[in-house]
């Protein structure tokens, strides 16, 4: 039986080109490594390298081997990390999913804190819609979740961290006042998000607002789409309060923005992760 040690010796030769340079690489002699070549040769029955003072090349039976070598150490690292994981929690990889609307504006505030509360953690951040990472969590293909709330999270565990206010953002031409009631916008049809983004549904719901009020003329991917639109005064918008703190209306000198009074339209900012996952503690407490 091939052990993983002497599959290391293998690719390391194959990638120094060196017996002396892959047993430094290795941590182990240079007889050692030798030793451990031969003894691989010995149960396959094959030659994998040819041997001279200037040159160590694979033979095709090397070749086909080293690319199975690779192919096992890989699996055996993922293997060590997902067992690592699950006996120690916080030293594993942690899949962490946010949305657009979320990410650019929140992860450079809340990343630290992550790191902090998992230090050993290989953090891994993507950002997708809603959707997607609510079904890769329940998959067991994403670990932790930063989405805005309220959403359908079937059986997955939710804990909301904050709320946060909209801001309309109309053309300088609109003349709209710089505060302004939800009653004030019962009449516009707003420029929203495409379908799949969930600020689109929690703007209409803040807002009181029946689907129809999205504008048929044009639907975004994302925010700064949606800014320039209303900076050639081609509609009226709605901001989430961390995005404009984010100066993103700075490239849009067009744009301004009006503040809500009275019943001021709100989104939820949350984690959500899978209620059996060990970590479920930690991510409380953040």
Request: contains cysteine; negative net charge.
């Amino acid at each position: 039986m091939y052990s993983i040690k002497h599959l290391q010796y293998l690719v390391a030769v194959a990638e120094e080109k060196s017996f002396s340079t892959a047993a430094i690489r290795c941590n182990v002699t240079q007889s050692t490594l030798s030793l451990g070549i031969q003894e691989l040769e010995r149960q396959m029955d094959l030659i994998l390298f040819e041997r001279s003072r200037k040159n160590i090349i694979p033979t095709p039976a090397g070749k086909k081997a080293i690319i199975h070598a690779r192919d096992i150490l890989s699996k055996s690292s993922d293997f060590q990390s997902d067992m690592m994981s699950m006996s120690h929690p916080n030293a594993g990889p942690l899949r962490v999913g946010v949305i657009p609307t979320i990410a650019p504006y929140f992860l450079p505030q809340f990343l630290p804190q992550i790191e902090s509360k998992f230090p050993d953690s290989q953090i891994h951040i993507s950002e997708d819609t809603t959707e997607v990472i609510l079904n890769k969590i329940a998959e067991g293909k994403m670990d932790l979740g930063v989405l805005a709330l309220p959403v359908n999270t079937g059986d997955l565990e939710t804990s909301m961290m904050f709320e946060e206010d909209f801001m309309l953002a109309s053309h300088q031409q609109d003349k709209i006042s710089k505060t302004i009631s939800l009653e004030n916008i019962s009449d516009i049809d707003l420029l929203l998000l495409r379908e799949g983004h969930c600020l689109k549904d929690h703007i209409l719901s803040a807002c009181k607002l029946p689907p129809e009020k999205q504008s048929q003329f044009f639907e975004a991917e994302s925010l700064q789409t949606l800014l320039a639109m209303v900076n050639q005064g081609y509609g009226i918008t709605l901001l989430p309060d961390m995005a404009v703190k984010s100066n993103i209306t700075a490239s849009y000198p067009n744009v301004q923005l009006s503040k809500f009074t009275g019943n001021i339209p709100t989104r939820q900012i949350g984690l959500v992760w899978r209620r059996t996952d060990l970590r479920r503690q930690d991510y409380l407490s953040l």
